[in-house]
Each structure stands twice: as structure tokens, then as C-alpha cells.
């Protein structure tokens, strides 16, 4: 079992930035990777960014890509997610995931977080 909380979200205007942090717990995580997925009103949710937790490779949507940028903390057991220069179009509910290292990059796994709100004003 694996628990992830995240946090971090809020209201922002066009331009700006918001850090997301997920924090994990509930088992070892080196066999994980840790991804962050969206989901914007009226829309499916869709994936954003994953990093391997042992290597620290990372993957990246193409509609953020240049603009958000993952990373862990192996010693909090954190995930965190660096949103610059947003877009309205970012506006979303943001999930943390966590997956077994051998699924495509883009694939979620079984484990979500409750969820964080974050607002792109126009």
C-alpha cells in the first residue's frame, strides 16, 4: 500500500508559478515511479510528468514540457512538481500517482492522492 497526500495548489494568475508537493508513504519506493496526472473540468484525466524513484528519469506531456519540472526527495519520500510561466489552460485538479517502475511512463498506476485544485487566471 503506498498513501500520497498532496499539496500546494491555490489561485494564480497567467504567467506565474505554483509548487506541488506529494508526500508518500506506506511501503518502499524503489521499484515506483511517481507521476503527476490532471484532470480539468469536463475533461478525462490525463498524465503530465513522471521520474523513476531509484534513476530520477523524468518524462514529460508535450503541453508542458519546458514549462513544469518534477524531481523527488528520496530522504522525505516527496514528490514535487514546479509549474512556471502557467497557462489558463493548466487550470486542473492535480493528482500524484504512484506506478510500478516497468509500466510506460505515461501509464498511471493504482495509487492516487486526493487531489490538489490549481486556478490559471486569465
Known amino acids: 500500500q503506498v498513501q500520497l497526500v498532496e499539496s500546494g495548489g491555490g489561485l494564480v494568475q497567467a504567467g506565474g508559478s505554483l509548487r506541488l508537493s506529494c508526500a508518500a508513504s506506506?511501503?518502499?519506493?524503489?521499484?515506483?515511479?511517481m507521476k503527476w496526472c490532471r484532470q480539468a473540468p469536463g475533461k478525462e484525466r490525463e498524465f503530465v510528468t513522471s521520474i523513476s524513484w531509484t534513476r530520477g528519469i523524468t518524462f514529460y506531456a508535450a503541453s508542458v514540457k519546458g514549462r513544469f519540472t518534477i524531481s523527488r526527495d528520496s530522504t522525505k519520500n516527496s514528490v514535487y512538481l514546479q509549474m512556471n510561466s502557467l497557462k489558463p489552460e493548466d487550470t486542473a485538479v492535480y493528482y500524484c500517482n504512484a506506478a510500478p517502475a516497468s509500466l510506460a511512463y505515461t501509464a498511471p498506476g493504482d495509487y492516487w492522492g486526493q487531489g490538489t485544485q490549481v486556478t490559471v487566471s486569465s
Open positions: 506506506g511501503r518502499t519506493f524503489s521499484t515506483l515511479a
